[in-house]
């Protein structure tokens, strides 16, 4: 995998316990962009400050400063932006769609579900929430069409780590934080670890590591 060269090092704003923004520090880190990392805590609303609402007007992390006037929000799009030339981002027009397919995949179909139930139950400790049961179904739902995949396949795209993998990873490998059941699905668990042995990849922390 080719590193990438920049002059200056670009400056993300994340919050380094949530999955949409340790996608963005998994792809720096595997291609060895040089970066800047800004601790923005969500929960004391320091993504609503006048300051951070003029970088982003969504008020949402994580957000890529490329120079002083260009920002980048949405976790996937930064993946898209920084794999550019590299071997995150396939050459081959149909292994392009089908990691985009599964970006799309993470941002509809997962990540409302397995991110969503591990913020309530982790950040807001509400474990009575009535959204749950719904929020668990679709969470399953979500890790079977995975399990089906990854049964056949040791990554998303092709035979390498993507940034398919990368966004898929994030909540993924933290699913039990949501009082998800990982032990069901052997292709899944399987994976995590591939991704794990990736040279760059590395766990993400909980709140209060």
């Given at each position: ?12 704003y994340?919050?380094?316990a ?19 990392w ?6 004391k ?31 996937n ?23 985009l397919?599964?970006?799309?995949f ?7 579900y ?13 474990h ?8 668990m ?37 933290r699913a039990?934080?949501?009082r ?30």
């Amino acid at each position: 995998m080719q590193p990438f060269s920049l002059h200056v090092p670009h400056r993300v704003y994340g919050m380094a316990a949530s999955g949409n923004c340790h996608k963005v520090k998994l792809a720096l880190d595997i291609l060895r962009i040089p970066y800047r990392w800004h601790e923005t805590d969500i929960m004391k609303g320091e993504s609503r400050t006048p300051e951070f609402l003029r970088m982003n007007p969504n008020g949402r992390v994580p957000l890529l400063q490329i120079d002083t006037n260009t920002f980048l929000p949405e976790s996937n799009a930064i993946l898209c932006y920084l794999a550019e030339g590299s071997d995150l981002w396939p050459g081959d027009r149909l292994m392009r769609a089908q990691a985009l397919q599964w970006l799309f995949f993470e941002q509809y179909s997962h990540e409302p579900y397995i991110a969503v139930a591990r913020f309530v139950h982790l950040f807001l400790a509400r474990h009575d929430d009535p959204r749950l049961p719904d929020i668990m179904k679709r969470g399953y739902a979500a890790l079977g069409v995975m399990e089906k995949h990854l049964g056949q396949h040791d990554f998303f795209v092709g035979k390498r780590l993507t940034i398919a993998d990368i966004a898929l990873f994030a909540y993924t490998h933290r699913a039990d934080d949501g009082r998800f059941d990982l032990a069901p699905y052997p292709a899944v668990r399987a994976w995590i670890e591939r991704c794990l042995q990736q040279p760059g990849m590395s766990a993400m922390p909980g709140p209060a590591e």
